[in-house]
Protein backbone atom coordinates (compact mmCIF):
# COMPACT_ATOMS: atom_id res chain seq x y z
CA UNK A 1 0.00 0.00 0.00
CA UNK A 2 1.54 3.45 -1.06
CA UNK A 3 1.44 6.22 1.41
CA UNK A 4 2.89 10.05 1.55
CA UNK A 5 3.69 12.33 4.15
CA UNK A 6 3.69 15.93 3.19
CA UNK A 7 4.14 18.99 5.25
CA UNK A 8 3.34 22.48 4.00
CA UNK A 9 3.35 26.09 5.91
CA UNK A 10 0.45 28.44 5.49
CA UNK A 11 0.58 31.10 3.10
CA UNK A 12 -0.22 34.93 5.31
CA UNK A 13 -1.30 37.29 2.16
CA UNK A 14 0.35 40.51 2.49
CA UNK A 15 -2.24 41.89 -0.35
CA UNK A 16 -5.15 39.87 -0.10
CA UNK A 17 -7.46 37.65 -1.97
CA UNK A 18 -10.99 38.01 -1.73
CA UNK A 19 -13.48 37.23 -4.12
CA UNK A 20 -13.85 34.90 -6.69
CA UNK A 21 -14.32 34.99 -10.26
CA UNK A 22 -15.92 31.30 -10.18
CA UNK A 23 -17.22 30.69 -6.80
CA UNK A 24 -17.23 26.77 -7.42
CA UNK A 25 -13.33 26.01 -8.23
CA UNK A 26 -12.11 29.32 -6.72
CA UNK A 27 -11.02 31.55 -9.20
CA UNK A 28 -9.37 34.43 -7.47
CA UNK A 29 -11.26 38.30 -8.21
CA UNK A 30 -8.35 39.77 -6.69
CA UNK A 31 -4.58 39.28 -7.31
CA UNK A 32 -2.88 38.23 -3.99
CA UNK A 33 0.92 38.71 -2.34
CA UNK A 34 2.26 36.55 -0.02
CA UNK A 35 4.45 34.86 2.42
CA UNK A 36 5.04 31.21 4.18
CA UNK A 37 5.25 31.14 7.41
CA UNK A 38 8.01 29.00 8.33
CA UNK A 39 6.76 28.44 12.10
CA UNK A 40 3.50 27.22 11.40
CA UNK A 41 3.45 23.59 9.73
CA UNK A 42 0.58 21.42 8.66
CA UNK A 43 1.68 16.99 8.41
CA UNK A 44 -0.66 15.19 6.52
CA UNK A 45 -0.43 11.32 5.18
CA UNK A 46 -2.39 10.33 2.76
CA UNK A 47 -2.58 6.32 2.47
CA UNK A 48 -4.09 3.97 -0.43
CA UNK A 49 -7.31 2.85 1.26
CA UNK A 50 -8.56 0.36 -2.20
CA UNK A 51 -10.87 -1.00 0.89
CA UNK A 52 -12.92 2.40 1.61
CA UNK A 53 -15.89 3.12 -0.13
CA UNK A 54 -14.96 7.23 -0.53
CA UNK A 55 -11.98 9.46 0.01
CA UNK A 56 -11.73 11.01 3.87
CA UNK A 57 -9.51 13.46 5.77
CA UNK A 58 -9.20 14.08 9.36
CA UNK A 59 -8.17 17.15 10.26
CA UNK A 60 -6.51 16.98 14.06
CA UNK A 61 -8.95 13.94 14.49
CA UNK A 62 -11.97 15.48 13.34
CA UNK A 63 -13.63 14.43 10.08
CA UNK A 64 -13.99 17.16 7.29
CA UNK A 65 -17.06 16.74 5.64
CA UNK A 66 -17.05 20.19 3.63
CA UNK A 67 -17.84 20.28 0.25
CA UNK A 68 -14.32 22.12 -0.03
CA UNK A 69 -12.84 18.81 0.11
CA UNK A 70 -15.71 16.84 -2.11
CA UNK A 71 -14.72 19.03 -5.07
CA UNK A 72 -11.02 18.94 -4.20
CA UNK A 73 -11.38 14.75 -4.55
CA UNK A 74 -13.50 14.79 -7.85
CA UNK A 75 -10.78 17.45 -8.98
CA UNK A 76 -7.99 15.58 -8.26
CA UNK A 77 -9.47 12.46 -9.72
CA UNK A 78 -10.48 14.31 -13.25
CA UNK A 79 -6.71 15.09 -13.41
CA UNK A 80 -5.51 11.72 -12.35
CA UNK A 81 -7.66 9.05 -13.13
CA UNK A 82 -5.35 6.59 -11.70
CA UNK A 83 -5.79 8.30 -8.46
CA UNK A 84 -6.67 5.02 -5.82
CA UNK A 85 -8.99 5.80 -2.52
CA UNK A 86 -7.32 7.76 -0.32
CA UNK A 87 -7.42 8.18 3.66
CA UNK A 88 -5.93 10.70 4.86
CA UNK A 89 -5.05 12.31 7.95
CA UNK A 90 -4.18 15.91 9.25
CA UNK A 91 -1.96 17.63 11.89
CA UNK A 92 -1.49 21.00 12.65
CA UNK A 93 0.83 22.82 15.00
CA UNK A 94 -1.29 25.62 15.29
CA UNK A 95 -5.40 26.43 16.09
CA UNK A 96 -7.80 24.74 12.74
CA UNK A 97 -9.61 27.18 11.37
CA UNK A 98 -9.11 30.55 13.78
CA UNK A 99 -7.91 32.37 10.97
CA UNK A 100 -4.02 31.14 10.32
CA UNK A 101 -4.52 29.65 7.30
CA UNK A 102 -4.79 26.77 8.30
CA UNK A 103 -6.90 26.04 5.01
CA UNK A 104 -3.69 27.08 2.76
CA UNK A 105 -1.22 24.67 4.44
CA UNK A 106 -3.94 21.90 4.58
CA UNK A 107 -4.92 21.52 1.15
CA UNK A 108 -1.47 22.10 -0.18
CA UNK A 109 -0.57 19.56 1.47
CA UNK A 110 -3.38 17.55 0.89
CA UNK A 111 -2.46 18.30 -3.15
CA UNK A 112 0.88 17.42 -3.15
CA UNK A 113 0.68 13.92 -1.10
CA UNK A 114 -2.78 12.94 -3.02
CA UNK A 115 -0.27 13.97 -6.10
CA UNK A 116 2.55 12.13 -5.19
CA UNK A 117 0.41 8.61 -4.74
CA UNK A 118 0.81 8.89 -8.55
CA UNK A 119 3.23 10.94 -9.64
CA UNK A 120 6.52 12.01 -7.55
CA UNK A 121 7.60 14.15 -10.44
CA UNK A 122 4.47 16.36 -10.93
CA UNK A 123 5.54 19.69 -10.70
CA UNK A 124 4.44 22.66 -8.72
CA UNK A 125 1.82 24.00 -10.94
CA UNK A 126 -0.06 21.28 -11.39
CA UNK A 127 0.07 20.63 -7.14
CA UNK A 128 -0.84 24.34 -7.08
CA UNK A 129 -3.93 23.90 -9.51
CA UNK A 130 -5.45 21.17 -7.34
CA UNK A 131 -4.67 22.47 -3.99
CA UNK A 132 -6.61 25.64 -5.37
CA UNK A 133 -9.83 23.65 -5.63
CA UNK A 134 -9.26 23.10 -1.90
CA UNK A 135 -9.13 26.67 -1.15
CA UNK A 136 -7.65 30.08 -2.63
CA UNK A 137 -5.27 30.37 -0.70
CA UNK A 138 -3.57 26.83 -1.07
CA UNK A 139 -2.38 27.23 -4.29
CA UNK A 140 0.03 29.41 -2.85
CA UNK A 141 0.92 27.62 0.39
CA UNK A 142 2.84 25.29 -2.63
CA UNK A 143 5.39 27.59 -2.67
CA UNK A 144 7.99 28.51 -0.55
CA UNK A 145 9.00 32.55 -0.15
CA UNK A 146 7.18 35.15 -1.93
CA UNK A 147 4.03 34.13 -3.81
CA UNK A 148 1.86 36.09 -6.02
CA UNK A 149 -1.57 34.87 -7.69
CA UNK A 150 -3.26 36.26 -10.15
CA UNK A 151 -6.59 37.59 -10.58
CA UNK A 152 -8.27 35.04 -12.85
CA UNK A 153 -5.47 32.63 -12.89
CA UNK A 154 -5.35 28.36 -12.04
CA UNK A 155 -2.68 28.30 -10.05
CA UNK A 156 -0.10 30.84 -7.89
CA UNK A 157 3.42 30.94 -8.68
CA UNK A 158 6.87 32.00 -7.01
CA UNK A 159 7.88 35.80 -6.79
CA UNK A 160 10.86 35.94 -4.84
CA UNK A 161 12.31 32.95 -3.43
CA UNK A 162 12.96 31.73 0.43
CA UNK A 163 16.10 33.73 0.49
CA UNK A 164 15.25 36.72 -0.93
CA UNK A 165 14.91 38.70 2.56
CA UNK A 166 16.54 37.37 5.27
CA UNK A 167 15.64 39.81 7.72
CA UNK A 168 11.87 39.05 6.86
CA UNK A 169 10.19 38.29 10.60
CA UNK A 170 6.43 37.63 11.19
CA UNK A 171 5.12 37.69 14.25
CA UNK A 172 1.84 35.82 15.16
CA UNK A 173 -0.72 37.65 18.03
CA UNK A 174 -3.16 34.83 18.03
CA UNK A 175 -5.74 36.17 20.50
CA UNK A 176 -8.23 33.55 20.54
CA UNK A 177 -8.64 29.99 19.28
CA UNK A 178 -12.52 29.90 18.84
CA UNK A 179 -13.53 28.23 15.45
CA UNK A 180 -14.45 31.37 13.40
CA UNK A 181 -18.48 32.62 13.10
CA UNK A 182 -18.68 32.10 9.52
CA UNK A 183 -15.64 30.59 6.86
CA UNK A 184 -13.98 32.82 4.55
CA UNK A 185 -15.31 30.78 1.43
CA UNK A 186 -19.02 32.22 2.64
CA UNK A 187 -17.77 35.26 4.21
CA UNK A 188 -16.02 36.65 0.58
CA UNK A 189 -19.34 35.28 -0.98
CA UNK A 190 -21.42 37.27 0.95
CA UNK A 191 -19.30 40.76 0.71
CA UNK A 192 -19.54 40.39 -3.31
CA UNK A 193 -23.41 39.78 -3.00
CA UNK A 194 -24.19 42.59 -0.59
CA UNK A 195 -20.76 44.72 -0.01
CA UNK A 196 -21.49 48.31 -1.69
CA UNK A 197 -17.74 48.57 -1.21
CA UNK A 198 -17.10 45.10 -2.78
CA UNK A 199 -16.25 47.20 -6.77
CA UNK A 200 -13.93 49.90 -5.02
CA UNK A 201 -12.11 47.14 -3.40
CA UNK A 202 -11.24 45.00 -6.50
CA UNK A 203 -10.73 48.42 -8.17
CA UNK A 204 -7.98 49.64 -6.09
CA UNK A 205 -6.38 45.96 -5.40
CA UNK A 206 -3.91 46.06 -8.78
CA UNK A 207 -2.46 49.28 -7.96
CA UNK A 208 -1.49 47.66 -4.34
CA UNK A 209 -0.26 44.80 -6.04
CA UNK A 210 2.10 46.77 -7.95
CA UNK A 211 3.55 49.05 -4.84
CA UNK A 212 3.97 45.66 -2.97
CA UNK A 213 5.70 43.81 -4.97
CA UNK A 214 7.98 46.71 -6.20
CA UNK A 215 8.31 47.27 -1.84
CA UNK A 216 9.49 43.47 -1.71
CA UNK A 217 11.99 43.96 -5.00
CA UNK A 218 13.84 46.44 -2.73
CA UNK A 219 13.53 44.85 0.31
CA UNK A 220 11.26 48.49 1.45
CA UNK A 221 9.45 46.96 4.77
CA UNK A 222 7.53 51.28 5.43
CA UNK A 223 6.40 50.62 1.96
CA UNK A 224 5.48 47.03 1.80
CA UNK A 225 4.11 47.96 4.87
CA UNK A 226 1.67 50.25 4.57
CA UNK A 227 0.21 49.00 1.22
CA UNK A 228 -0.22 45.85 3.36
CA UNK A 229 -2.34 48.01 5.81
CA UNK A 230 -4.16 49.63 2.99
CA UNK A 231 -4.85 45.97 1.31
CA UNK A 232 -6.22 43.99 4.49
CA UNK A 233 -8.29 47.72 5.72
CA UNK A 234 -9.88 47.71 2.42
CA UNK A 235 -10.82 43.49 2.35
CA UNK A 236 -12.68 44.08 6.09
CA UNK A 237 -14.35 47.29 4.91
CA UNK A 238 -16.33 45.41 2.56
CA UNK A 239 -16.88 42.79 5.50
CA UNK A 240 -18.48 45.33 7.70
CA UNK A 241 -20.18 46.36 5.13
CA UNK A 242 -21.20 43.55 4.29
CA UNK A 243 -25.39 41.79 4.55
CA UNK A 244 -25.46 40.77 7.95
CA UNK A 245 -22.02 42.07 8.49
CA UNK A 246 -19.03 39.95 8.92
CA UNK A 247 -17.30 40.95 12.01
CA UNK A 248 -14.25 38.24 13.14
CA UNK A 249 -12.46 41.08 15.40
CA UNK A 250 -12.18 40.36 19.21
CA UNK A 251 -10.91 43.28 22.12
CA UNK A 252 -7.90 41.74 21.90
CA UNK A 253 -7.43 42.11 17.97
CA UNK A 254 -7.84 46.15 18.88
CA UNK A 255 -5.51 46.19 21.47
CA UNK A 256 -3.08 44.46 19.38
CA UNK A 257 -3.35 47.43 16.52
CA UNK A 258 -3.03 50.02 19.09
CA UNK A 259 0.59 48.20 20.34
CA UNK A 260 1.58 48.18 16.81
CA UNK A 261 0.43 52.10 15.80
CA UNK A 262 2.70 52.93 19.07
CA UNK A 263 5.42 51.23 18.22
CA UNK A 264 5.27 52.44 14.85
CA UNK A 265 4.94 56.12 16.38
CA UNK A 266 8.17 55.20 18.60
CA UNK A 267 10.20 54.32 15.07
CA UNK A 268 9.82 50.61 15.09
CA UNK A 269 9.58 49.50 11.79
CA UNK A 270 6.27 47.21 12.49
CA UNK A 271 3.55 46.47 10.54
CA UNK A 272 0.20 44.21 10.78
CA UNK A 273 -2.53 42.34 8.46
CA UNK A 274 -4.96 39.90 9.41
CA UNK A 275 -7.13 37.47 7.72
CA UNK A 276 -10.51 36.32 8.44
CA UNK A 277 -10.13 35.66 11.84
CA UNK A 278 -9.02 37.94 15.17
CA UNK A 279 -5.27 37.32 15.13
CA UNK A 280 -3.02 39.37 13.93
CA UNK A 281 -0.32 39.29 11.66
CA UNK A 282 3.36 41.42 12.32
CA UNK A 283 5.62 42.01 9.56
CA UNK A 284 8.95 43.43 10.99
CA UNK A 285 12.77 43.23 10.17
CA UNK A 286 15.01 40.66 12.25
CA UNK A 287 16.92 44.12 14.08
CA UNK A 288 13.23 45.14 15.76
CA UNK A 289 12.23 41.37 16.39
CA UNK A 290 13.15 41.50 20.08
CA UNK A 291 11.02 44.44 20.86
CA UNK A 292 8.02 43.78 19.09
CA UNK A 293 7.52 40.67 20.73
CA UNK A 294 8.35 42.14 24.35
CA UNK A 295 5.91 45.09 23.53
CA UNK A 296 3.41 42.45 22.95
CA UNK A 297 4.32 39.87 25.96
CA UNK A 298 4.06 43.20 28.03
CA UNK A 299 0.98 45.18 26.86
CA UNK A 300 -1.09 41.85 25.43
CA UNK A 301 0.14 39.41 28.11
CA UNK A 302 -2.41 36.91 27.11
CA UNK A 303 -1.94 36.76 23.44
CA UNK A 304 0.12 33.80 22.10
CA UNK A 305 3.08 34.99 20.29
CA UNK A 306 4.71 32.72 17.34
CA UNK A 307 7.91 34.06 15.34
CA UNK A 308 8.17 33.22 12.32
CA UNK A 309 11.05 33.17 9.16
CA UNK A 310 10.14 32.63 5.31
CA UNK A 311 9.32 29.40 4.69
CA UNK A 312 9.67 26.79 2.05
CA UNK A 313 7.53 24.70 -0.46
CA UNK A 314 5.75 21.99 0.50
CA UNK A 315 7.58 18.75 0.91
CA UNK A 316 7.05 15.28 1.14
CA UNK A 317 8.27 11.54 1.37
CA UNK A 318 6.59 8.25 0.26
CA UNK A 319 6.93 4.53 1.34
CA UNK A 320 4.73 1.29 0.89
CA UNK A 321 3.26 -0.12 4.15
O1 LIG B 1 -8.69 30.52 0.37
P1 LIG B 1 -9.32 30.82 1.66
O2 LIG B 1 -10.71 30.35 1.78
O3 LIG B 1 -8.41 30.35 2.78
O4 LIG B 1 -9.41 32.44 1.78
C1 LIG B 1 -8.33 33.26 2.06
C2 LIG B 1 -8.79 34.57 2.46
C3 LIG B 1 -7.80 35.43 3.24
O5 LIG B 1 -7.02 34.65 4.11
C4 LIG B 1 -8.60 36.42 4.07
C5 LIG B 1 -6.90 36.24 2.32
C6 LIG B 1 -5.78 35.51 1.64
O6 LIG B 1 -5.40 35.95 0.55
O7 LIG B 1 -5.23 34.54 2.20
Sequence with gaps: MRRVVSQASPSLALIKYWGKRNSGINIPATTSVAVALDALVTTTEVTESPDEREDSLFVDGERDKSTGLRRFFEAAREAMPDLPRVAARSTNNFPTAAGLASSSSGFAALAAAATALVDHSADQEFVSRLARVGSG?????????????????????????????????????????????????????????????????????????EEATAALASRDLERLGLTMR????????????????????????????????????????????????????????????????????????????????????????????
Design 230 to 321: RSYLAMFSTMFTSVPPVFYWLPKTVEVLRVAEEMRSGGVGVFETMDAGPQVKLVCEARDLGVVVSSLKERVPTAEITESVVGGAVSFAHDDI
Design 137 to 209: SAARAVFGGFTLFRAGAKNAEQAFDPDHWPEFRVVVAAVGSAKKPISSRDAMIRAAQTSPFFSDWIDVNESLV
